[in-house]
């Protein structure tokens, strides 16, 4: 039976649905028009959308999901050439920026040893990684978008870099790249393509933690029941802006044993670890002395008989024992923020808890007090946290210690926040890890390249105002393939 679609109204236009008593579900297509090429005239065809699930929510079918990207992308694609048609291309020297850049990838990839273990025919990967890469600049990092960022850009590519094949990608060969290419080789070619921005200094940060991808939790239609998102774990060094390395966490496992899994192999001598609560455990403590590094890991009540000793032990101990900070008032998103941090040596703790996690007997126990005043209401409120820390209780060590604290936040605004924001990966639907992994490692490459593009333009005082170099207008410029290529040569420091 067939009937006009009038509920629900979140339907495509001119949408019909087709109920099927037999089966017993409701598909939704609607009839569209082509041109005969042998004929020339125009015949009607009937395009399913997708179906109606037990509630009448429409769920759209890959296909048509497929379709409806790729025509927003060819408009969007249209008003670009239109409105670059005009622009200033940047002064560089493309051709020499271009050799050195497909060098580079051609390099990363054989030291990766980048495969994608098929026996399809063969794909000139170092190409495609580097269609791949231009791409993410953009903001697209789905193999639609960048089969079409290929399709539009193949006559640049072919001039500049005449040795990568670069061709008219399908959409599945893209998405068979991301899925078949081993996690951790990917994250080598990762490496060997960031390791030039991360900054040499003399004191790192090293911030851990997860990041849930929203849209890869699954609705099993049997049950009806959510099943939780995959989730990602990232090293990220704070003054450099720079994700060092990535793992997912399965769902058979969990953040607390895939965090020691991720400092194994890093050296982290002269580098302070700072972590949430879900991370303080004794093996991630342990791992990172081992690897030579000290530690700032957030307290809460997972490690019920620390938090409570230590929250007692500012109650109870001598003034003299305690030392305090005060940072200077901050405004920002419209309220005023004031810290108090607090200092306390470990030897002061019971035997148990100083055996218990290592060097915090020469270390100490951190209180942060943080008070939030409205700008508008005047309204003020009040948040307390506790870490523990190798670092010794003095008050030499009050500015060090409260930096680390605040270099916390810096995963979760400057990595996370703009992971989301401007790169869309809690969009990313998938259910494959190995696609999930290797697309957000690709994410987080282009923002690496974003964010030392606009140092990179600022120190070369390449443009007039600060909204310039906002991601999003970095994205829209890289747009233009010379842009990306500067982006990356600038990242590789060959300009």
Known sequence: MTQKSEQPKNLPSGALLNINKKNGYIQVYRYEYEQDPNSGKKVRIRVSLGTLDCNRQFVPSPQYQLRHALERLQEENRQLKQKLADAHAPDVEVSDQAVAVEHSVTQAVTTAKLETRTKSPTIDLPALVTVALFSALSGETDAVSIGEYAKTHCEFFRKTMPSLRVEDFSHDSIRRLLLLIDPGQFDQFYTQMTQQMISRQAVRIIAVDDQAVRATALTERKD????????????????????????????????????????????????????????????????????????????????????????????????????????????????????????????????????????????????????????????????????????????????????????????????????????????????????????????????????????????????????????????????????????????????
């Open 224 to 495: 009806n029941k959510r099943h939780r998102a995959y989730y990602l774990m990232n090293l990220y060094d704070t003054a450099s802006k720079v994700c060092i390395s990535r793992q997912i966490i399965d769902h058979k496992t969990n953040e607390t044993t895939v965090g020691p899994q991720l400092l194994e192999g890093w050296d982290l001598h002269d580098c302070f670890v700072t972590a949430d609560a879900m991370s303080c455990q004794v093996n991630f403590v342990e791992t990172v002395l081992c690897r030579g590094g000290g530690y700032v890991i957030s307290l809460k009540s997972n490690q019920s008989k620390s938090f409570e000793e230590i929250r007692a032990i500012f109650s109870t101990a001598h003034t003299s024992h305690i030392h305090t900070l005060e940072t200077e008032p901050e405004l920002d998103h419209g309220r005023i923020e004031e810290r108090r941090y607090q200092i306390i040596s470990g030897k002061f703790l019971s035997k148990v808890i100083r055996k218990k996690w290592s060097a915090l007997s020469e270390g100490s126990v951190i209180k942060l007090t943080k008070t939030v005043i409205n700008k508008r209401t005047g309204q003020k409120s009040y948040e307390l946290s506790y870490y523990i820390s190798s670092i010794a209780g003095s008050p030499e060590n009050l500015p060090l210690v409260s930096k680390i604290v605040r270099s916390h936040w810096g995963i979760e605004n400057n990595l996370h926040g703009m992971l989301g924001m401007y790169w869309q990966q809690d969009r990313m639907q998938a259910t494959h890890p190995n696609y999930i992994s290797n697309r957000s490692a690709l994410c987080k490459m282009a923002l690496t390249y974003i964010e030392n593009y606009r140092y990179w333009l600022w120190d070369h005082k390449r443009i007039k105002t600060e909204e310039e170099i906002s991601i999003r207008s970095l994205q829209l410029r890289c747009r233009k393939p010379e842009v990306a290529l500067e982006c990356i040569a600038a990242g590789l420091g060959f300009i």
